[in-house]
């Protein structure tokens, strides 16, 4: 068996069930790890060592939902889910390159795209990656899911159907263990989207300096969920 270690920072789901580490890992190392990457519906990061081979692996879940930033040089790797973290490590204008095109970016679209970061030196692992650092520095990155174009022939109702079933379906598998959960609802369409995919009633929080259109929307959207 392969010498190794894993840490998985959430639980991994495969057809709704929970998979441990340890099996994971072993799937990983396999000749075929993108066809069990492909088969995890969850938010995940692993990071996987392989001691033998002193080979390093991090990979993220299909739309990259828990961050994790990377830089590596001058014979060192590095990797936090804090971006501040490693732009300090680096010295914060010493040996940082600041990017004055993703400043600019940030602030017409207020977000950054792809893996750019603030600091030409400093990327962010995008979502369905395979990230590979072997013991002389050599980086390799893969994908291991891409989304499916084959079904946008379909018409509008029929792609909002599968979309209302498939939130439906992850609403029931975070909610099967019957606790009681809440939900963060604004007034705007993905937080209603959540609330009407509910299997059973959830508890509604909404935050606001002062009354405002979204609070009254947010308020109507849970009171007609009761």
Known sequence: SRDWS????????????????????EHLWSSTPERFL??????????????????LT???????????FYSSGLGTFSASSSFKRLFDQRGAGN?????????????????VLNTATYDRNIHFLSGATVLSIDSAGAIESRRYWSINGSKLGLSRDALAEILAD???????TYMSDDKKFG?????GLDARALLAAASH??????????????????????????
């Open 166 to 172: 498939e939130l439906r379906r992850s609403m029931n």
């Open 6 to 25: 894993s840490d998985v920072c959430s639980s991994d789901l495969i057809d709704g069930k929970i998979i441990k580490a340890d099996t994971a890992a």
């Open 95 to 111: 040996s940082a390159s600041v990017d004055p095109l993703v400043i600019a970016e940030f602030l017409y679209f207020r977000r």
């Open 58 to 68: 991090l990979i993220s879940d299909r739309f990259g939902s828990l961050p994790l």
């Open 201 to 226: 009633p959830l508890t509604c929080f909404t935050t606001t300096p002062k009354p405002n259109n979204e609070l009254s929307v947010a308020q109507e959207q849970a009171r007609r969920s009761e």
């Open 183 to 187: 939900l963060l609802l604004s007034g």
């Open 38 to 55: 492909s088969q995890l519906d969850c938010s995940f990061l692993i990071v996987a060592h392989d001691r033998r081979n002193d080979r």
